[in-house]
C-alpha cells in the first residue's frame, strides 16, 4: 500500500529524481544467457526444440505446433452472444480509429524537372506475440491485427502460449479471424521470438514482431534484433505504468480505480498520482484500501503499489512539469477544465482526458491502440498505430533538363566533400547531353 504522501516541494534535486525512478527491469547476466540458449537452440533444432521447450516451460506435450482446422471452425460457436459481440464491437472501434490513418503517397516537384515522392508500403510479414498468463488477451490480437489487416501485410503470423490442455483460447482465435489472420501457432515464451526471427520447418521467418510479453519474451526479442538481419520489434519494453493528474474536484473513487486497473497488471507496475489537493490525495489513498479488498488481483496489485507514488505539488503547471519529465505509458487528466492541461503536456504514450474517460478505454474499445512505450520511452517513441506495420520509401525521377539545373548544386557539394565518384556520375551525363546538342 502507497502509506506515504510525498511533497514535491520538500525534495531536493536528487529525491526528485529517486521519486520518479522506475522499478528496475529485470536484466541479468543469467536472464541473457538462459535466453540466448533457447535462441540457440530453436535456431539449431527449429520444430524439435519448440516441442521440447514447450513441454518444459508449459508442461504440455503437443502434438503439432499448428491450430487445428476444426478448433479454428467451432471457436466462435464456443462463445456466448454477449463475447462475440463485445470482441466485434472492439473490433469495429480500433478499425474505426486506425482506417483513418492510412497514408497517401505524396508528390512533389522540387523543381523544374525534378519530381520526389514518398511511398508506403506495407511490411511484408509480421509476427504478432499473443501473452496468455492468467486469461487470454482477445484485445491485443485486435490491437496487433487490425493494423496489420489495413496495412495489408502479406503475411500475419500469431504465436501464443498454449493452456494446460494444450489449447489456445477460443477469444484469440476469434479475434484472429476478424482480423483475417490464417496463421495460428500454439507456443510462447522465448521459443515463439525465435521462431519468428529465425524460422523452423513449420513456422516461416517474418520481418518484424509485434506484442507484450513477459521478461523472457522482451530480452529474446532484444537479442533477436541484433543478431537476425532485416528483423526488427516494434518497440523496447518495461514494466506497465499510469499516471493521473487530479484536482481537488476529482472523484477520488475515479482516480484510485484507475490507479489500481494499472497495478493489477504485475507486481513490477508503477502508478503514479500528482494532485495539488492534499485532502484529495488523502481520499485516494483511503479509497485504495477499500477497492484493493475486492480485487481477485489483489496481492498482485499491493505489491505493485510498493513501488508507486502519492506526489502533492505545488500546482497543476508543476504537476505537467513533473509528468512531462517522467513520460508515462499512459496519462488521465482528471481536472476542471481538462482539456486546458493538454497543450503543455508532451510525454504520455496515451492521453485519457475527463473523470470519464478510464485507461480500460484505451485497453479495450475506445479505438486507439494499447500498445504503448513505456519506461520513459514515450518521450522518443510513438504509440503503436497503422505507420509501425507499413515502410516508406522515397522515388525520384529527374528529366535532363532538371539534371541541369541541379548540377552546378551537386558538383559544388561534391567537391567540398571530396567524393570524385558522385560528382562524376553528374559530368558524365552533363557530357553526354552536350554531346548530343551538336
Known amino acids: 500500500m502507497i502509506k506515504e504522501i510525498i511533497n514535491w ?14 522499478p528496475a527491469i529485470a536484466q541479468s547476466a543469467l536472464l541473457s544467457h ?11 533444432d527449429g520444430d524439435k526444440a519448440l516441442f521440447e521447450l514447450t513441454e518444459q516451460f508449459d508442461g504440455i506435450k503437443l502434438p503439432t505446433l499448428t491450430v487445428p482446422e476444426n478448433t479454428i471452425k467451432n471457436a466462435k460457436k464456443a462463445l456466448s ?150 528483423f526488427a520489434i516494434d518497440m523496447p519494453a518495461g514494466p506497465s505504468e ?82 512531462n519529465e517522467y513520460g508515462p505509458e499512459h496519462l488521465i487528466i482528471q481536472t476542471d477544465n481538462a482539456q486546458a492541461l493538454l497543450a503543455n503536456l508532451r510525454n504520455a504514450g496515451s492521453i485519457f482526458v475527463g473523470a470519464y474517460t478510464p485507461e480500460s478505454a484505451g485497453d479495450y474499445a475506445s479505438g486507439t491502440n494499447h500498445v504503448l512505450p513505456t519506461y520513459g520511452y514515450s518521450k522518443v517513441i510513438s504509440s503503436l498505430s497503422l505507420a509501425d506495420f507499413s515502410r516508406r520509401f522515397t522515388v525520384q525521377e529527374i528529366t535532363p533538363e532538371g539534371l541541369i539545373a541541379l548540377a552546378p548544386c551537386i558538383k559544388e557539394l561534391t567537391d567540398a566533400e571530396g567524393l570524385d565518384a558522385h560528382k562524376r556520375a553528374v559530368t558524365i551525363r552533363l557530357d553526354t547531353l552536350n554531346m548530343e546538342k551538336k
Open 9 to 22: 516541494q520538500a525534495l531536493n534535486a536528487q529525491a526528485k529524481q529517486d521519486v520518479l525512478s522506475r
Open 34 to 44: 538462459q535466453v540466448a540458449n533457447i535462441l540457440n537452440k530453436v535456431k539449431a
Open 81 to 230: 452472444s454477449e463475447r462475440l459481440a463485445a470482441i466485434e464491437t472492439a473490433y469495429s472501434q480500433i478499425k474505426r480509429f486506425h482506417q483513418a490513418q492510412v497514408a497517401e503517397d505524396i508528390t512533389v516537384e522540387t523543381t523544374p524537372g525534378v519530381r520526389c515522392s514518398l511511398k508506403t508500403e506495407a511490411i511484408e510479414s509480421v509476427g504478432l506475440y499473443i501473452p496468455a498468463g492468467s486469461a487470454p488477451l482477445p484485445s491485443t490480437v485486435l490491437m496487433l491485427g487490425v493494423p496489420s489487416q489495413l496495412a495489408g501485410c502479406k503475411r500475419t503470423v500469431l504465436v501464443c502460449p498454449p493452456d494446460t490442455q494444450g489449447n489456445i483460447a477460443n477469444e484469440i482465435i476469434v479475434a484472429a479471424q476478424l482480423c483475417e489472420i490464417d496463421e495460428i501457432y500454439t507456443v510462447g515464451g522465448a521459443q515463439a521470438c525465435a521462431a519468428l526471427a529465425f524460422g523452423t520447418e513449420t513456422i516461416k521467418p517474418v520481418n518484424k514482431i509485434f506484442g507484450p510479453g513477459n521478461k523472457y519474451v522482451t530480452e529474446a526479442k532484444k537479442q533477436l534484433a541484433q543478431q537476425v538481419a532485416g
Open 242 to 323: 499510469v499516471l493521473v493528474i487530479a484536482d481537488n474536484n476529482a472523484n477520488a473513487a475515479f482516480v484510485a480505480a484507475d490507479l489500481l486497473s494499472q497495478a493489477e497488471h504485475g507486481p513490477d507496475s508503477q502508478v503514479i498520482l500528482l494532485s495539488n489537493s492534499h485532502a484529495l490525495l488523502t481520499k485516494v489513498q483511503a479509497e485504495l484500501t477499500i477497492q484493493l479488498a475486492l480485487l481477485s488481483r489483489r496481492e498482485i496489485a499491493e505489491e505493485a503499489l510498493k513501488l508507486s507514488r502519492l506526489i502533492l505539488c505545488k500546482d497543476l503547471s508543476q504537476a505537467v512539469t513533473i509528468s
